[in-house]
């Protein structure tokens, strides 16, 4: 008898990581699993240190390493497999859907989908598994509920951590007694860096800490922001970031005297850091593009 699959979409973070494990030794015996992670080009290095981690204590080497092909007028796109050693690092499946789409952001925010879901699905068509044949497991926790997709039943999205009730706790509290973990600087600095999609107050933090993390985003402002989504010149310029917000005033806002994330109340303004929703609030997949998180 053909066993049902399940098919887990790894995104390279430490709830992700565990969401894995849960699921092998959940249905490890009872279920043909397929995991993949899908690198963009503007991952973290640590973030890949940890993927290659990942594929040798959970996926024992079977993970699918791949990046989204973005291919010519009215073709979507593809993938092709690379490795830790081969993966993109200077955003070059990010600047080709770029090139092709124009600048992604709040008004156009289909880079997830671009290079992301559509290579995934793509990928794991062209390796036998066609769509509405696998359930795929995302790793949104208990307490990020709001996260789900409302298409999870049409999709055949399933959150095994909201099942078990895991929370951040208890992802930090399984993760620190295992020999690897994700070690970035800090938690503002989860995949992709500089995600528009991440809150205010963490892209602040870091135009603050690393600028340089804003240099590929600044790049694509200035060559691609008046590609439209035919690939030509002369559309309307675009940014990347809320409000309409450039790289650049990213960094310039987070440089000014009245911002400090670190120092609490240090003006009237917005900076306080305790909660603020103008501030701390995200979008869906700010850390870890989970494809259910729409």
């Known amino acids: 008898m053909t066993k049902p699959r ?22 490890g015996d009872t279920h043909d699993i397929r995991a993949t992670f899908v690198n963009t080009g503007c991952e973290h290095e640590e973030t890949l240190r940890f993927v290659r981690d990942c594929d040798t204590h959970i996926f024992k080497g079977t993970l699918d390493w791949i990046e989204a092909v973005t291919n010519g007028p009215r073709k979507g796109p593809t993938a092709v497999k690379v490795t830790y050693e081969t993966a993109s690092r200077n955003g070059e499946p990010f600047e080709a859907a770029i090139r092709k789409h124009g600048v992604f952001g709040p008004t156009h925010p289909q880079c997830t989908s671009r290079l992301k879901t559509e290579p995934m699905l793509w990928w794991r068509k062209q390796n036998g ?22 298409q999870r039943e049409r999709d055949r999205i399933v959150y095994p951590l909201i099942q078990a009730g895991f929370t951040k706790q208890h992802v930090n509290d399984i993760m620190s007694e295992l020999p690897w973990r994700l070690r970035l600087p800090g938690e503002h600095y989860g995949n992709c860096t500089w995600c528009w999609k991440k809150s205010k107050r963490k892209l602040l933090t870091l135009a603050k800490d690393s600028p340089e993390v804003f240099d590929f985003p600044k790049r694509m402002e200035a060559q691609y922001g008046h590609t439209d ?18 790289a650049c005033d990213l960094i310039q806002l987070a440089n000014t005297t009245q911002f400090d994330p670190y120092v609490p109340k240090q003006t009237e303004t917005m900076f306080d850091p305790s909660f603020d929703p103008n501030l701390d609030v995200g979008g869906g997949c700010g850390e870890s593009c989970e494809i259910g998180a729409d």
């Open 229 to 246: 989504v035919a690939g030509t010149g002369g559309g309307k310029h675009r940014t990347f970031f809320r409000g309409n917000l450039s």
């Open 129 to 150: 598994w066609p769509p509405k044949t696998y359930d795929t497991a995302v790793g949104i926790r208990a307490d990020e509920i709001d996260r789900v997709s409302a």
């Open 6 to 27: 399940l098919a887990i979409s790894f995104s390279g973070g430490e709830s992700s990581a565990v969401m894995s494990m849960w699921c092998y030794l959940l249905y």
